[in-house]
DNA sequence: GTCTATACGCTGATAGAC
DNA sequence: GTCTATCAGCGTATAGAC
């Protein structure tokens, strides 16, 4: 797998080096506005390597997306291999998303932020990529084992994790200047209790 | 204002129809995969007139950014208008933008959806943007008033809109074949009153 | 596998007639 | 204001040496 830090970029071999620099260009650019020689000047690599290894500037895009989206898949797979109650599993993902914004933050921003569909015409758009899916996919198992209400997979799916990205895209537009953990409590209990005044939901129990 | 239909296309004026004509491009194909050639020709005006009247294609797409924009202000300050409560005022604005994404599609697409960065430089990030910023005040205003619970106003605000902008963006991206408005009483339950299982709720009730 | 130099197409932009 | 013809620059991709 490949795990990217841009201080030891320069030790990298060169598929890993290549791929390492595209996404922070990419990231911090946009797809378009970084050129092969770009890419290439800041990787120390020459044109004739990315061609090789990638065969293109779509090619790199393309593996990166596929690295990425396997380095989501095992984050969620990781929780589910934990066998966590289901709400405590939802827990955990948000969780770890929130970390990940922080520590990897150019990762969650290529897989969230690109409307890859632009550059990357072959491939499904990203909600419905298999991280997604088994998102959805273990809600529906939640609604099943009755800890969480039934209804349209997509409402309840958007409805626990909505909030959540909503907040990740904030804070990585830079719109939130606070890291996303300090935040996760008070969104968990918004999103499991709803959005009623305390006071209410008190007198009512 | 300028109200954007295909049909009628042909008979708008010059300035009105190459705006319509970009927004339609832009949101179906991306900003960087549309030429000014592409415009001119659909739009049936020539490169002379794009250029007289936007000054080039980041013109173009900057105009339609300030159109839409205020279209959206103006959706939100009409519901304030109304003097709902606010409980009320968000589920409006939810309802109207669930409306406005099947009527008005490419709109709300190029709105959203757009990385706005990475071809308009100078302009803020969208979430930053006034009709957000206008949403993130109602719930400010709702927290003083009592209406709804205490707490950081994004984590609120996301927390509230959170779900709503991920169902748009599922339809947008055609994974969810179901219009909006369908799904709406059931995402308002979800909000207010959480992802709790309803018989738990019932009972604590 | 890695590199450099080069070719070619596309795109944004301009000039100048009407 | 609208148009067409044309230019200059950039960015992808290739060819061929090492």
Redesign the pocket.
């Not at 690599?45 to 390597?49: E, K, L």
């Given at each position: 797998m490949l795990h990217l830090k841009k201080a030891a970029t320069q030790d990298l071999p060169?598929y890993d080096r290549i791929l390492s620099t595209a996404l922070d260009l990419f990231v911090e650019r946009g797809y378009h506005n970084v050129?092969?020689?770009d890419i290439q000047k800041l990787a120390n690599?020459?044109?004739?390597?990315i061609?090789?290894?990638f065969g293109?500037?779509?090619g790199v895009a393309k593996a990166l997306y596929y690295h990425l989206i396997r380095e989501m898949e095992e984050l969620v797979a990781d929780v589910i291999d934990e066998n966590l109650s289901f709400r405590e599993s939802c827990n955990r993902i948000i969780s770890l998303l929130f970390e990940y914004t922080e520590s990897k933050r150019n990762i969650v921003a290529y897989v969230l932020h690109a409307k890859h569909q632009e550059f990357l015409p072959d491939e499904p758009p990203i909600c419905s990529s298999t991280p997604f899916k088994t998102m959805r996919n273990i809600v529906q198992r939640g609604m099943e084992s009755g800890e969480i209400r039934e209804g349209d997979p997509w409402v309840v799916a958007s409805g626990i994790f909505g909030g959540a990205i909503r907040l990740i895209h904030l804070r990585l537009d830079g719109v939130l200047n606070v890291p996303l953990p300090e935040l996760y409590d008070e969104l968990i209990d918004c999103m499991w209790h709803g959005m009623e005044p305390i006071s209410i939901q008190e007198s009512v129990a």
């Open positions: 060169v050129s092969i020689h690599v020459s044109i004739g390597s061609y090789n290894h293109g500037k779509e």
